[in-house]
T-cell receptor
Framework: EAGVAQSPRYKIIEKRQSVAFWCNPISGHATLYWYQQILGQGPKLLIQFQNNGVVDDSQLPKDRFSAERLKGVDSTLKIQPAKLEDSAVYLC??????????????FGPGTRLTVL | AQSVSQHNHHVILSEAASLELGCNYSYGGTVNLFWYVQYPGQHLQLLLKYFSGDPLVKGIKGFEAEFIKSKFSFNLRKPSVQWSDTAEYFCAVNQAGTALIFGKGTTLSVSS
């Protein structure tokens, strides 16, 4: 079974530029998550999708971050404009949870973003 | 607010030593508990999980964890570590269908 795919793996941009990350979840997984992991910390949720609908975006900085999952499969996370503090690893995870209690989240390799 | 606390930031052990990594959570209601591991250069992988039933959970590579509800704890253990266990370990918790809340992680360094 193929895992969660993410691209690019690394990205370096200057502040105020824009950047986009792509995620393709495990086939058949209805739930998709984007997490941000800052160096020295654990991952923190940015946004959760169930199929193509947003379940939780309470921690997404909506003035600069946006995400979509138009067809309920792959997803794109965008930052515009980027700030220095956005330097982090952006992780995508998926699960086949449909509200059941036994969901397990599987993570992709992440995109390491450096903002100069 | 829900939170997860990992007691040790960096643990250094010799091969064959026993390991215990502490994890406490602050979360009301029924929770699912997880330990994830991130080996150098690799992505986060599930080590073990607890949803219900026997509070002693066995995972991959000889790891186990014990859920103690009264102490809000889910400590990870391994009786004898190997050099290949060098990695970062994350404790995480969630409720059904929600995002994971992670601790800050513990870096384990095992010397041969």
């Amino acid at each position: 079974e193929a895992g969660v795919a993410q691209s690019p793996r690394y990205k370096i941009i200057e502040k105020r530029q824009s950047v986009a990350f792509w995620c393709n979840p495990i086939s058949g997984h209805a739930t998709l998550y984007w997490y941000q992991q800052i160096l020295g910390q654990g991952p923190k949720l940015l946004i959760q999708f169930q199929n193509n609908g947003v379940v939780d975006d309470s921690q997404l900085p909506k003035d600069r971050f946006s995400a979509e999952r138009l067809k309920g499969v792959d997803s794109t996370l965008k930052i515009q404009p980027a700030k220095l503090e956005d330097s982090a690893v952006y992780l995508c995870a998926s699960s086949d949870s449909l509200g059941f209690s036994t969901d397990t989240q599987y993570f992709g390799p992440g995109t390491r973003l450096t903002v100069l | 607010a829900q939170s997860v606390s990992q007691h040790n930031h960096h643990v250094i052990l010799s091969e064959a030593a026993s390991l215990e990594l502490g994890c406490n959570y602050s979360y009301g209601g029924t929770v699912n508990l997880f330990w994830y591991v991130q080996y150098p250069g690799q992505h986060l992988q599930l080590l073990l999980k607890y949803f219900s039933g026997d509070p002693l959970v066995k995972g991959i590579k000889g790891f186990e964890a014990e859920f103690i509800k009264s102490k809000f704890s889910f400590n990870l253990r391994k009786p004898s570590v190997q050099w290949s266990d060098t990695a970062e370990y994350f404790c995480a918790v969630n409720q059904a269908g929600t995002a994971l809340i992670f601790g800050k992680g513990t870096t384990l360094s095992v010397s041969s």
